[in-house]
């Protein structure tokens, strides 16, 4: 039978540190448990179990089978009491009954009695302020490996007299009956946040558990005045002051998220999702996520050489005759992933927590070709671009996609975040102002028409503009406002060519880039007239 709440640590604890974690599961006895298992043992466990296989680096290489992503229309929001009046509910938060939850609870939990059983201790959020404890079962090796590199890892101590705040059930194999259970099909992600318990069924990707623990993290940090982020940092060191100078980048996928802040010169905090508190920010989690598709090690070294022993490779697919993987082969997904624990990476910021940031970055791949590539924001552009969370997608990316598309995620992150998307600006303006941060807009899609005419912009000219952002150079420069967008446009750069900075220069057809920009500046106009 589900309680409400998860045992205390006091109500269980007469029992062994494995019996006590299926007690905080909820769940009596199991076929099989294994119980915080290391790294390699989990690894030996997978390849056992004829879940993956090893790569030429010694990476592990799983299929995740029939989804290869996260499924949005099939997440769920229990709505009860303690979310019903808090919770933006429509197409992206859907509501879950409480007694439907409560009855597919109890048909995992008694389904997960009869399975071999991988259970872990993690935790979510550097900082211990605002840290949420995880029990997290799932009924592979290779997803509980993956818990093991995404979350923060208790050592030892700290597993003798863990009590977790969020219980994880992940089963792959349990799939839903939609008429019985209320789901959409039979796949789900279902977060209760008054009982503290997030359950995955039916999908075997992996990326729906560190999503659903951020969904949750997204509910309660700004209770505690916590803004959540769906964004990568990076620190370095201020040239004149000596101090750290913390970098946030902002983007939808595409957009160069996880490639720009993975610089040589400058620590990785983290590469997807952080907190910013009144003590400054720090990473959710213990690992990275990052896309592979036609990887490099010339154009990402960082994260190509993270990708060995211990970490995780996913539908990807081997060069013939060989344990050498093709990055350059969709077959499976365009969404190719690793996962790796961030201490993988050479610099990184260990732990994960650093001081307020001095730039912030909205990174755009703007297929129409109209935004500039670097351009200073007011507070109130700001909030207004992170509400919108604007990119484009371009021809070829989906089915029916044949000319670019406007794409809006509200805080570059709607998929997860509950809370109405105002309520997550409110809290980014106070921030900006509080600590004088200054913020960017970078277009790192296309330059000198759009996509099918332009040309992508180059990664270097890219670097080079967030350098000089960084080191300041930007301010002595003179600025031009954009004509259309309003916007704050540097008429100079180091590294950068000039003719590039204002967008309308590169276009041939000075008339067909003003139509078109004046296009997508209406499509932003209705779109915030949507949202409110």
Request: glycine residues 8%.
């Amino acid at each position: 039978m589900v309680t409400e709440t998860i045992p205390t640590f006091t109500e269980v604890a007469g029992l062994t540190a494995d019996e006590r974690a299926l007690a905080f599961l909820r769940i009596r006895e199991v076929n099989e448990l294994h119980f915080q298992l290391s790294p390699a043992e989990l690894i030996e466990h997978a390849l056992r179990n004829g879940e993956g296989k090893l790569t030429d680096t010694g990476a592990l290489m799983c299929p995740t089978g029939t989804f290869t992503g996260r499924s949005p229309k099939d997440r769920y929001i229990v709505q009860d009491a303690l979310t019903a009046g808090r919770v933006d509910w429509g197409t992206v938060n859907i509501p879950f009954d409480e007694a439907r939850f409560d009855r597919l609870h109890r048909k995992m939990c008694h389904y997960a009695e009869y399975q071999k059983v991988y259970v872990r201790y993690a935790m979510a959020g550097a900082d211990p302020r605002y840290q949420i404890k995880l029990c997290i079962l799932t009924t592979s090796a290779w997803q509980n490996l993956f818990c093991s590199n995404m979350f923060l890892r208790p050592d030892d101590e700290a597993i003798q007299d863990f009590e977790p705040d969020f219980t994880v059930i992940a089963i792959p194999d349990f799939n839903a009956i939609p008429a019985e259970d209320g789901t959409r099909q039979r796949n789900f992600t279902i977060l209760n946040v008054s009982k503290r318990v997030i359950l995955i069924g039916g999908s075997g990707y992996a990326g729906e558990i560190k999503k659903g623990v951020f969904s949750a993290l997204n509910f309660l940090l700004p209770l505690q005045d916590v803004l959540p982020m769906h964004c990568s940092a990076n620190a370095g060191t201020n040239a004149i002051t000596g101090e750290q100078d913390v970098a946030v980048f902002f983007g939808l996928s595409g957009t160069g998220k996880t490639t720009l802040s993975a610089d040589p010169e400058r620590g990785l905090i983290g590469d997807d999702e952080h907190g910013w508190s009144d003590n400054g920010i720090f990473n959710v989690e213990g690992g990275c996520y990052a896309k592979v598709i036609d990887l490099t090690r010339e154009r990402e070294p960082q994260i190509y050489d993270a990708i060995r022993y211990g970490s995780i490779v996913e539908n990807t697919v081997f060069r013939r005759n060989s344990r050498e993987v093709d990055y350059t082969n969709a077959s499976l997904t365009e969404n190719t992933r690793t996962s790796y624990p961030i201490h993988f990476i050479d610099n990184a910021v260990m732990p994960s927590v650093a001081s307020h940031p001095g730039h912030i970055f909205f990174l755009t791949c703007d297929a129409f070709g109209v935004l500039p590539p670097i351009a200073r924001l007011t507070t109130a552009q700001a909030m207004d671009y992170f509400v919108l969370g604007y990119t484009a997608k371009v021809a070829g990316t989906e089915m029916g996609v044949t000319e670019p598309q406007a794409t809006f995620s509200a805080c570059f992150g709607a998929a997860f975040m509950p809370l109405p998307p105002r309520e997550y600006a409110r809290l980014l303006g106070e921030k900006i102002t509080q600590h004088k941060v200054s913020v960017w807009l970078v277009n790192t899609g296309w330059t000198g028409g759009g996509y099918g005419t332009g040309n992508r912009m180059k990664l270097s000219f890219t670097r080079a503009m967030i350098r000089a952002a960084l080191r300041g150079t930007l301010d002595t420069i003179p600025f031009e406002n954009h004509p259309v967008f309003g916007l704050a446009m540097p008429t100079l750069c180091p590294g950068v060519p000039t003719e590039l900075l204002n967008p309308r220069n590169t276009w041939a057809d000075t008339g067909a880039y003003d139509a078109k920009a004046r296009h997508l500046q209406t499509l932003f106009l209705d779109k915030k007239a949507i949202m409110g």
